[in-house]
């Protein structure tokens, strides 16, 4: 059962974000689903059910790009350790960590309400709760506004055909769908996220920075050298001039983003790699660079050595973040957003 919305009138409005809407999920799993083969681009930094950053939600969202939707099949998160129903709740599940795959019916467990002014990216937005079985409840990853009248938003979707993808979104959704009133949505964020206003762990991570065209500085270089870790080709150089807007467009027209040319929230958590020690590469570099915005004093030679994991250590420690010296999506954030 897939309803799909009837939006030709809106469709005008917001291009290439046709979205077809899922079924909402089965029952929950009372255990942990085993997990059969990752398909994850990114190393977690939060554990099984425990707090987890807005980035790195927003990191496991994007690492199912593509991935067909199923009430049936099951799919390995990052890291491999708990695998996740594939349709819309199941997908949820995933990018929040938790150990099994609660449906739409019982997600109101994990997360709590907030109001349309305190939507962060990382959120939710759905129809949840009693009674959202079948076609009368769906959830979907709120991933920023999409206009200065917050008329329309960036979300991570796993919904009918077109599976796990990103797109523009009217507020609160499609009109005129076969599933859920439009005015039944609600917005809510998961109990344990830190780092955003609001936030079960108390906060404390600032958010991603938008980087456009004719910035300069340590985070438009950084973004340069992740750019090049993608497999763009550009000169990293601290000035954000046309060709990185092309290739930052490239880039996120290649990954399912939204395509505005900027470095905001969901290009950030894209572009991002978790390097720790052994690590080599461009994305070393734009970590190093970073670090020594902080005044750490390290060669930007894209080996994280013993004294990139010290920097990277000390720099942990002094923002209240755990201290592993690897630098994953809260490391990322907080070095960026500070």
Same mark, same amino acid.
């Given at each position: 059962?897939?309803?799909?919305?009837?939006?030709?009138?809106?469709?005008?409005?917001?291009?290439?974000?046709?979205?077809?809407?899922?079924?909402?999920?089965?029952?929950?799993?009372?255990?942990?689903?085993?997990?059969?083969?990752?398909?994850?681009?990114?190393? /977690?930094?939060?554990?099984?059910?425990?707090?987890? *950053?807005?980035?790195?939600?927003?990191?496991?969202?994007?690492?199912?790009?593509?991935?067909?939707?199923?009430?049936?099949?099951?799919?390995?998160?990052?890291?491999? =350790?708990?695998?996740?129903?594939?349709?819309?709740?199941?997908?949820?599940?995933?990018?929040?960590?938790?150990?099994?795959?609660?449906?739409?019916?019982?997600?109101?467990?994990?997360?709590?309400?907030?109001?349309?002014?305190?939507? %962060?990216?990382?959120?939710?937005?759905?129809?949840?709760?009693?009674?959202?079985?079948?076609?009368?409840?769906?959830?979907?990853?709120?991933?920023?506004?999409? =206009?200065?009248?917050?008329? %329309?938003?960036?979300?991570?979707?796993?919904?009918?055909?077109?599976?796990?993808? #990103?797109?523009?979104?009217?507020? /609160?959704?499609?009109?005129?769908?076969?599933?859920?009133?439009?005015?039944?949505?609600?917005?809510?964020?998961?109990?344990?996220?830190?780092?955003?206003?609001?936030?079960?762990?108390?906060?404390?991570? /600032?958010?991603? /920075?938008?980087?456009?065209?004719?910035?300069?500085?340590?985070?438009?270089?950084?973004?340069?050298?992740?750019?090049?870790?993608?497999?763009? *080709?550009?000169?990293?150089?601290?000035?954000?001039?046309?060709?990185?807007?092309?290739?930052?467009?490239?880039?996120?027209?290649? #990954?399912?983003?939204?395509?505005?040319? %900027?470095?905001?929230?969901?290009?950030?958590?894209?572009?991002?790699? %978790?390097?720790?020690?052994?690590?080599?590469?461009?994305?070393?570099?734009?970590?190093?660079?970073?670090?020594?915005?902080?005044?750490?004093?390290?060669?930007?030679?894209?080996?994280?050595?013993?004294?990139?994991?010290?920097?990277?250590?000390?720099?942990?420690?002094?923002?209240?973040?755990?201290?592993?010296?690897?630098?994953?999506?809260?490391?990322?954030?907080?070095?960026?957003?500070?």
């Amino acid at each position: 059962m897939r309803f799909t919305p009837k939006v030709a009138a809106t469709a005008a409005v917001v291009t290439g974000a046709m979205a077809i809407v899922a079924v909402a999920p089965m029952a929950a799993n009372a255990a942990p689903h085993a997990a059969v083969a990752s398909s994850a681009a990114v190393t /977690p930094n939060s554990s099984i059910n425990g707090s987890i *950053s807005a980035s790195e939600i927003l990191s496991r969202a994007a690492s199912w790009n593509g991935t067909p939707y199923s009430t049936g099949v099951y799919k390995a998160g990052p890291g491999g =350790d708990v695998s996740y129903r594939t349709d819309c709740s199941g997908y949820v599940s995933m990018a929040f960590h938790l150990s099994s795959s609660p449906s739409t019916i019982d997600l109101p467990s994990y997360v709590h309400s907030i109001s349309k002014a305190d939507l %962060q990216p990382g959120d939710i937005l759905g129809v949840l709760g009693p009674g959202t079985g079948g076609n009368a409840g769906h959830v979907l990853i709120f991933d920023g506004w999409a =206009d200065s009248g917050h008329t %329309q938003y960036y979300a991570w979707e796993d919904s009918g055909d077109q599976g796990v993808h #990103h797109g523009v979104i009217p507020y /609160p959704y499609w009109p005129n769908t076969s599933g859920p009133s439009p005015s039944l949505y609600q917005p809510y964020r998961y109990n344990k996220e830190t780092g955003s206003p609001g936030g079960g762990g108390g906060g404390g991570i /600032p958010p991603w /920075p938008n980087v456009v065209e004719g910035n300069t500085g340590t985070n438009v270089e950084a973004a340069q050298y992740l750019l090049d870790d993608h497999g763009a *080709s550009i000169g990293t150089d601290g000035q954000f001039g046309t060709n990185t807007y092309n290739a930052t467009r490239s880039y996120q027209s290649s #990954h399912g983003l939204g395509v505005d040319g %900027q470095i905001g929230p969901q290009t950030w958590s894209s572009l991002i790699v %978790q390097v720790q020690s052994g690590s080599s590469g461009d994305a070393v570099k734009a970590a190093q660079l970073e670090l020594n915005k902080y005044g750490y004093g390290l060669s930007v030679d894209g080996s994280f050595g013993p004294a990139t994991v010290s920097a990277a250590r000390a720099f942990q420690s002094s923002h209240g973040l755990g201290v592993d010296g690897q630098i994953g999506p809260q490391t990322w954030e907080t070095l960026v957003g500070d």
